[in-house]
């Protein structure tokens, strides 16, 4: 059956024409809102199909063909479109519906049906998919060709969105909750450790103060800077185990000595350290792609190279990234 589905998108491939990109320029460029209808199964692929054009930035919204010839019209403005869906175009409240609105408004009808229809004849664009058998045994359940109306509309809507420029970050606000929304909107400033609780301690300081700074911010390591206060690297408390096991003494070290001696060497078999640090505009999704390229888990956020936050991994899985 699946491989029906196959054949019926390959169909409904091939019956794309210009009048395709006259919808796509005709949506594109509307002034005012975009009416979707469809009765029964078409109704239901027409309400999807307006949430789509609505999430990637047309407005757009689904109108019963009834309850338009009974009062639902008057949600209409000037310079609104119609896209109409129906499987064989012959569906009668549809074709009242696509009348009713040239007549009343002036706009233009788009369709979706099969080749030479009813409702394609007083289309102003008529767009097709194939007239194929439905996969149920009685040719009667809606299925083939309403998922060859969806997937002609989806392709619709993706190019609308597409002619208008619309970038990522437009896409983000239509989509503000849930795990997308967390994903393109979340800034690093939403989640990263700032202010007072950011660790920060200068290479002139001393191994006391290395530590204390440390111990008492609580996140395991800190952020060290010149004395101008520009960003060198970061000191974390296992660069402390480290300076211990070598049997360095430490109380005697300066913190540049500290950040200094702590690195690993040729002589460790263990990777080599990287310390990571990103802008104070970056995304936290990058952030989590960078750490995660990098094999860190901890990112040091500078502004005009002065750290301003930290962001940890640990804080990036709990915000939903």
Known sequence: MLDCYRVALEAAKDLLDERFGQAVELIAGLDSILIVTGLGKSGL???KVAATLSSTGTQAVFVHPVEALHGDLGIVRPGSALLALSKSGSN???IAFARQFKAVTGGQVVSVTEPDS????????????????????FDLAPTTSAVTAMAVCDVLAILVQQAKGLTERDFARFHPSGRLGRRLLLSVDDVMIKGKG???????SHFPDLLYTI???GIGMTTVVDEGGTYVGVVTDADIRRLL????????????ECFERSRRGSESTAPTEVDGSASADTKAIDCLRQMQANQITELVI???ERPVGVVRLQDLIAAGL
């Open 45 to 47: 692929v027409a309400s």
């Open 118 to 137: 009813k409702l394609a004849a007083i289309a102003d664009i008529a767009l097709e998919i194939p007239a194929l058998p439905e996969i149920d045994e």
């Open 92 to 94: 009668e409240e549809t």
């Open 302 to 304: 500078l502004d005009e």
């Open 245 to 256: 096991l070598r049997g360095e003494h430490v109380n005697r070290l300066t913190v540049a």
């Open 215 to 217: 111990s008492s911010k």
């Open 198 to 204: 950011l660790p920060v301690v200068d290479t002139a």
